[in-house]
Every structure is written in C-alpha cells, then in structure tokens.
C-alpha cells in the first residue's frame, strides 16, 4: 500500500512537470492553422482533420513539404529532447525531425535529425524522439523541423514535443515527497 501511495505522489509530482516542460506552441495543431509554425510555403502542408493522434487536428505533409517552428525559450547548457507522432498511410516514405540550436545571429549551430520510415504494414501513428541534446554554449535560439522527404501520398505529424528535463526545484519537490512520506511512516 505505501509503494503504491508512494508511486502515485511521485507520479502526480511528476506529471504537471513532464506536462508544463513542452516548449512548442500550438503543438497538437489545435487551433486548426498552423499558427506558431511556418510552413515551408510549396503548398504541401496542410492541417488535417482527418487523422488526429489527439484531439482535433493534426498537420499533414506531402511530399518535399516541411514545417518549422522557431523557440525562443530555450537555455544555453540545459537537456532538450524533441518528439512526435507520426502516421504514414502506406510503406514507403522517409519523415524526419530535427532541432537546430542557432547562435543569436545564426552563425553558429548545432543540429541533431530523426528520420522515420514506418514499420512496414504498420498503419499506426508511432513516436520518434531525438536524444537528450544539451544547448550549446552560444545558444540564443532553437528552430524545430517537421519535414517529408518522400512519401506515396503524405504523412501526418501530431503532438510535436520539445522538452526540457525538470529543472531542480520539481526534482526537490518529488525528493521531499518522497522523503515525506517515509518519515510519516516511521512516526
Ligand atoms: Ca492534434
């Protein structure tokens, strides 16, 4: 019983943190636009209602289409991890994302990219996620990029997610819970 409480005091402490750390905006595409996003103008994206991860919407992708998303909100030295969702209708098609950490005149950066074929027959939305990315040094800001490099007809992307590892106080927080409750236990 007090595994179970403590499990779920560290799962309450934990999810507000997971859940405040994403940093895109209008990330589910819920709006119905692509506000907060730029897309990349060829006329290839569009936001679908047709095959949501969640929600209402999601972003659909032809070919050679991609959009981009710059944060400002991002902090030399600190983890990141980007992710999303995506759902492709047939095999064969290449997605990728990627997160850029530019310098403040974007000279300087530093990128790492995720690409994605889906499983073959799999007709399910499926997650891909980049490593844990430290911003370097120099970082002023980050530009997010959903993008198809080849696809029979298109691919949908949906709960787009750039996250920060909790920053020390939740962890001190989830810490003195945590402790909390074996003193009270041992009381
Ligand atoms: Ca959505």
């Not at 994302?97 to 990219?113: A, C, D, L, P, V």
Request: aromatic share 12%; glycine share 8%.
């Amino acid at each position: 019983m007090n595994k179970i409480a403590i499990f779920i005091i560290a799962l309450l402490l934990t999810i507000p943190a997971a859940a405040s750390a994403n940093l895109i905006t209008n990330p589910g595409f819920e709006t119905g636009n692509f506000s907060g996003w730029s897309p990349y103008a060829y006329g290839s994206e569009q936001v679908s209602s047709a095959n949501p991860h969640t929600g209402t919407y999601e972003a659909r992708i032809n070919n050679y289409g991609w959009v981009t998303q710059t944060v400002n909100s991002v902090t030399p030295n600190t983890a990141y991890k980007l992710s999303s969702y995506l759902y492709m209708p047939q095999d064969g098609g290449e997605a990728s994302i990627s997160i850029t950490f530019y310098n403040s005149t974007g000279t300087s950066s530093f990128q790492q990219e995720r690409t994605w074929e889906r499983i073959p027959g799999s007709a399910q939305y499926e997650k891909i996620e980049t490593d844990w990315l430290t911003a370097p040094d120099y970082t002023a800001y980050a530009r997010v990029r959903c993008s198809v490099a080849s696809a029979g007809s298109y691919i949908d992307f949906d709960d787009v997610s750039l996250d920060v590892i909790p920053e020390p106080g939740s962890l001190v927080l989830l810490l003195t819970g945590l402790l909390g409750l074996r003193f009270k236990k041992r009381a």
